[in-house]
């Protein structure tokens, strides 16, 4: 069946027959009919557009979605990438902390022993000095003593007088 307009509800004309109805009332209901129709046609057009219009926007927010869906998603990669990316470089970062503190501790070792075998040797030394020391300080008590000696063994008088005479003596056998 075909859409029917006001006009073609206006415009029907019935065939007239004996007792029929009375032609104005029809009339007058038709008129009524056509006039609901008209206003339901009128709806259902603004229906119809509004339908598109929430068919356009649905498929715009379908669109939408489709898009932050992607890029949700594609975010959550990027994040799981740059959290992973992170992760190795805070372990990579560890590591070599790790391997540089125990570079530096066997180097702090190394050092520590190298200082223990110097001081080792100075000891060695001081005690080497230390004798050196007491072996002069012998020696030099044993000249004072040698000295303290002479001393002792010298006559009480001055040298000097007897140099003075001897030197006279020298002086008369020669003249």
Not at 131 to 154: C, N, T, Y
């Amino acid at each position: 069946m075909s859409e029917l307009s006001a006009l073609d509800i206006l415009g029907k004309q019935f065939s007239r027959r004996v007792r029929g109805y009375a032609p104005f009332e029809v009339h007058e209901f038709l008129s009524q009919i056509a006039s609901a129709m008209e206003s339901l046609n009128r709806e259902r057009g603004e229906l119809k557009q509004q339908l598109h219009r929430l068919q356009q926007q649905l498929a715009e927010f379908k669109e939408r979605e489709s898009a932050l869906q992607e890029a949700l998603v594609a975010a959550q990669r990027s994040a799981e990438s740059t959290l992973e990316t992170a992760r190795s470089q805070g372990q990579q970062i560890v590591d070599e902390g790790q391997t540089l503190a125990e570079r530096l501790l066997r180097e702090a070792h190394g050092r520590a022993q190298n200082i223990e075998v110097h001081i080792a040797e100075l000891r060695t030394r001081r005690r080497e000095a230390r004798a050196e020391l007491m072996r002069i300080v012998q020696l030099l008590e044993g000249v004072v003593r040698d000295d303290q000696s002479r001393e002792q063994k010298e006559p009480a008088a001055p040298q000097l007088a007897v140099l003075q005479a001897h030197t006279d003596a020298t002086t008369e056998s020669q003249g």
